[in-house]
């Protein structure tokens, strides 16, 4: 099916309002730049046209490019190697043209009442990529936001794993620590020995 540059416009409006779509698509494009897709020829000219779709397991989108601008399939196989699927379409898209001689750029000429202006039809390829949400998803695990500091999850569970945030081996410390100190104050008052 065409595609309409209204459309175009209104999905854009539509993922600009949520942020939960808009960071989603911030972690795709970070994992499109973990698996080195930019550096294939014209993958960075595409534009969203449709999604974010996110379902239980796959976050879809679909991004068009320029018939003469075809992104290099070879990079396809970089998304491949990360679990996604990576589909691509020749499609049209559907564009009214720039009106520079009201006779000849409008539907009707000059002297039609709704001055329409003709419509072009551009070839184009969409490229459809689902990509599994554990991607999408670790944005939103991996960091934990506490009074303005950034903590890592991954620190945190580490710390546990090795036993090094335990609260026992931290609590011992502190009895002997005590302890210690009340011998030292003991000590001071302790009746001296006779020799």
């Given amino acids: 099916m065409p595609k309409k540059v209204n459309d175009i416009m209104a999905l854009l409006k539509r993922v600009g309002g949520q ?8 972690e795709m494009e970070k ?9 294939y020829k014209n993958w960075m000219s595409g534009e969203l046209v449709e999604g974010p779709t996110i379902d239980r397991y ?14 290099d399939p070879a990079g396809s196989l970089r998304l491949i190697k990360y679990g996604c699927k990576v589909s691509f379409a020749q499609d049209t898209l559907l564009e009214p043209k720039k009106v520079k001689d009201p006779e000849k750029d409008l539907k009707g000429g000059y002297s039609n009442e709704r001055k329409q202006a003709k419509i072009l039809e551009k070839p184009v390829w969409l490229v459809q990529i689902e990509m599994p949400r554990k991607f999408v998803d670790e944005a939103h695990d991996a960091l934990l936001q506490i009074e303005d500091d950034e903590i890592d999850v991954e620190d945190i569970t580490a710390a546990y794993d090795e036993d090094l945030g335990g609260e026992e081996d931290s609590k011992e410390q502190d009895v002997s620590a005590e302890n210690d100190a009340r011998e030292a104050e003991f000590d001071e008052f302790a009746p001296e020995e006779e020799v």
């Fill in 19 to 26: 942020s939960t779509s808009l960071d989603m698509l911030m």
């Fill in 31 to 39: 994992t499109f730049d973990n698996a080195n897709l930019y550096a």
């Fill in 58 to 71: 796959w976050f879809t989108t679909m991004w068009m490019y320029p018939h003469k601008l075809m992104p």
